[in-house]
């Protein structure tokens, strides 16, 4: 896919001219740099399974970008908070919240705090969400 670069901030978008805010990219290790080792960690074994994404680092985190986002990785100050976009509603023990947020989809947020929280069901739902 051709991806369109904001000449104001230098961020990548699916559509030219597409809506955003305007605030500067970063790397993935600056975003994590201040925070636990085990967000990184965390961070790296959600991508681990996932085919080609296009990673939006910013000051808050990373989205996670196919034809459109379908994950944030936002680093907080108990938790990595992660959303996954799923065309449906889910189960698990860390899903600390979903909403529906229209076309009938779902943002799942999960607080993970350490690898081990990183499941075959969380890889399988990151997986899934990517392809959608």
């Given amino acids: 896919m051709t991806r369109w670069t904001c000449p104001r901030c230098d961020r990548e978008f699916a559509r030219s001219r597409q809506s955003h805010v305007y605030v500067p990219g ?3 290790e600056a975003v994590f740099a201040p925070w636990p080792p085990a967000y990184q ?3 790296d074994l959600l991508l681990d399974t996932l085919g080609p994404v ?3 680092a910013v000051g808050v985190g990373v989205f996670l970008k ?3 986002k379908f994950a944030e990785i936002r680093p907080k100050a108990r938790s990595l908070q992660v959303e996954i976009t799923l065309a449906r509603p889910i189960a698990h023990p860390l899903l600390a919240r979903s909403i529906p947020v229209g076309g009938g989809r779902y943002a799942h947020f999960f607080k993970f705090t ?3 929280d990183v499941d075959g069901r969380i890889l399988e739902w990151m997986a899934e969400a990517s392809d959608a």
């Fill in 54 to 56: 296009h990673e939006d």
């Fill in 66 to 68: 196919g034809e459109r």
């Fill in 26 to 28: 970063q790397t993935v």
């Fill in 114 to 116: 350490r690898p081990e």
């Fill in 41 to 43: 960690e965390i961070y």
